[in-house]
Nanobody, 121 residues
Framework: QVQLVESGGGLVQPGGSLTLSCEAS????????MGWYRQAPGKQRQLVAR???????HYADSVKGRFTVSRDNAKNTVHLQMNSLKPEDTAVYYC???????????????WGQGTQVTVSS
């Protein structure tokens, strides 16, 4: 069993900041890429940011310079620091991890349950 549990969502005013966190737990051998996706109402789920086990990051153009993704490999956690938030950042944010379970040969993709972020005055 593997679980990804997110925390940190909520309501924030435009220009404000939020930090999302996600912890992976269970029978995990190795976590490769971790990241964050988001899905706004009526839209497809889209990549926000991801980070490899070695710390290489990738961001969607819409969040570059405002969001920062980081991870703590010892704690199997990934964070998303979101600054200068805009109303268009409103969405459900999902944690994602590509990992290898104990006893498995291949990596699989796992998702968290999602956390709502609402940017509104």
């Amino acid at each position: 069993q593997v679980q990804l549990v997110e925390s940190g969502g909520g309501l924030v005013q435009p220009g404000g900041s939020l930090t999302l966190s996600c912890e992976a737990s269970g029978n995990i051998l190795r976590i490769n890429t971790m990241g964050w996706y988001r899905q706004a109402p009526g839209k497809q789920r889209q990549l926000v940011a991801r980070i490899t086990g070695g710390g290489v990051t990738h961001y969607a153009d819409s969040v570059k310079g405002r969001f920062t993704v980081s991870r703590d490999n010892a704690k199997n956690t990934v964070h998303l620091q979101m600054n200068s938030l805009k109303p268009e950042d409103t969405a459900v944010y999902y944690c994602n991890a590509n990992l290898v379970r104990l006893g498995a040969l291949y990596e699989y993709m796992y998702w968290g349950q999602g956390t709502q972020v609402t940017v509104s005055s």
